[in-house]
């Protein structure tokens, strides 16, 4: 049977209590620092506030104190992860060099950055831009140059294509950034083994933890918002076990 364990506060904090190197797989979508920069650039943004991360407020930090945040994440993150064990990180493209960069100074391996494509995004603004629709994740490992890869012998590119999630993935409220299961699923099945552990600092709305749990893999999870670690406290307790 695998564990969840989930808790509702600063991920920093939470990580301060993880054992070293206890951790297969952090698999997390952290704030892309791009609060302040859309701020100065949407034309709707009124209208849209009821499910646009602009306006939740929990990407508002300038660049110098993102930097030093995810600083304290990575630092974290390579003293809770296994020889051997993974990082994705999703990231907004624009800002995967300087992710990367962080990233190195603590000692991961950077191994690849790949697209999130979204078959079905928001169609903000159609008519006056390319609508956006795609996310980066970056793929490290920690301390080996290559660590569990399940690709079953086929060739996984590094371009995947889903839905956004689901309205019954959101039947317990609504995430702005949640992102689909399958998609969560995808990296869970292919960086860890059963009855590994899956770490998410930054779960929102609990994908990451879904995913985990429907794989037997155990997962440990954070959120520093009540509501949303209401919604994803939710989630995971309805995946069967
Ligand atoms: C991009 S969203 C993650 C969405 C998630 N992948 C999902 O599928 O719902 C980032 C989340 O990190 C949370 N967050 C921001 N700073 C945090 C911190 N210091 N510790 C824990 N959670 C934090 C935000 O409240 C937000 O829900």
Not at 26 to 32: A, M
Not at 81 to 87: E, I, S
Not at 105 to 117: A, D, F, Q, S, V
Not at 176 to 199: A, D, I, R, S
């Amino acid at each position: 049977m695998a564990d969840s364990i989930l808790y509702n506060e600063d991920c920093i904090r939470s990580m301060k209590r993880l054992a070293n190197g206890s951790i297969d797989l952090i698999l997390t979508d952290p704030p892309y620092n791009l609060g302040n920069f859309m701020k100065g650039r949407d034309t709707n943004l009124k209208k849209m506030r009821d499910n646009f991360f602009v306006a939740a407020g929990w990407d508002n930090l300038s660049f110098e104190d993102w930097e030093k945040s995810m600083d304290s994440f990575f630092e974290e993150s390579v003293r809770v992860l296994k020889n051997g064990g993974a990082m994705i990180v999703f990231m907004a493209i624009i800002k995967v060099e300087s992710l990367i960069k962080i990233a190195e100074r603590h000692g991961l391996y950077y191994k690849t950055t790949g697209i999130w494509h979204k078959l079905n995004p928001m169609p903000r603004n159609m008519n006056l831009h390319f609508v956006n629709s795609t996310e980066a994740w970056v793929y490290f490992t920690y301390k080996k140059k290559t660590g569990t890869f399940n690709n079953d012998g086929k060739v996984l590119h590094d371009f995947i294509e889903t839905g956004v999630a689901a309205n019954g993935e959101r039947k317990f409220g609504k995430h702005p950034t949640q992102k689909p299961v399958q998609l969560m699923e995808f990296f869970v099945k292919v960086l860890t083994n059963e009855g590994e552990t899956v770490l998410d600092p930054f779960m929102g709305s609990g994908s990451a933890g879904v995913a985990a749990k429907l794989n037997n893999r155990n997962f440990i999870g954070v959120e520093i918002n009540e509501d949303y670690f209401q919604i994803a406290t939710r989630r995971i307790q309805e995946v069967k076990e």
